[in-house]
């Protein structure tokens, strides 16, 4: 298994009409949190401890809510919210 990023519970309830821009932002960043949690836990699939909190992360002037599912290897987005207009 190898990490990856996924929208939960899809990426249309989720990134909700966000500007284009501000989306890769949010995608440029979900991939640096795939690296990072490869990084940080090596064989997510064994790993044996609660799950991560939901954390918060500022992203183009937006905001990107997130938390790591080390078990299945996954980053999931679950919130933006965009920069005001």
Do not use: N
């Not at 909700?16 to 990072?36: I, S, T, Y």
């Not at 999931?76 to 919210?81: E, H, R």
């Amino acid at each position: 298994m190898t990490w990856s990023w996924e929208y939960l519970p899809s990426p249309e309830h989720v990134t909700g009409g966000a500007p284009a821009g501000f989306l890769a932002a949010v995608e440029e960043k979900a991939a640096e949190l795939v690296r990072a949690a490869e990084a940080l836990y090596l064989d997510g699939a064994t790993y044996q401890g609660s799950g991560e909190p939901m954390r918060y992360l500022d992203v183009a002037g937006g905001l990107l809510a997130y938390y790591l599912v080390p078990r299945l290897e996954l980053v999931v987005l679950c919130q933006v919210t965009p920069p005001p207009a």
